[in-house]
């Protein structure tokens, strides 16, 4: 039997409401990238077409909330 999986609440822990976004690549690469070429292009599975990304803040090299704050500074920066 398949679990379902309450996007409201963390991945991780399954207690506290996810609140906080996680990169979708580590943020250091993406900052490099960006100021080796002065701005990225990237193309995101939920995005029709390519964008460009002003940094590594954007919305578009982030996954949607998914990580309750505890977890994600405890366990996910490692």
């Known amino acids: 039997m398949v679990s379902e999986i309450n996007l409201e609440l963390c991945w991780i ?3 506290h409401p996810a609140t906080t976004r996680e990169h979708m690549v580590l943020k250091a690469r993406l900052d490099l990238m ?10 995101t599975p939920r995005s029709e077409r390519p964008t460009i990304v002003r940094g590594s803040k954007s919305p578009a090299v982030k996954f949607e909330k998914i990580l309750c704050s505890q977890c994600n500074g405890a366990k996910s920066q490692k």
């Not at 960006?34 to 193309?43: A, N």
Request: proline letters at 0%; glycine letters at 24%.
């Open 34 to 43: 960006d100021h080796q070429g002065g701005g990225l292009t990237v193309q």
């Open 13 to 15: 822990c399954a207690v």
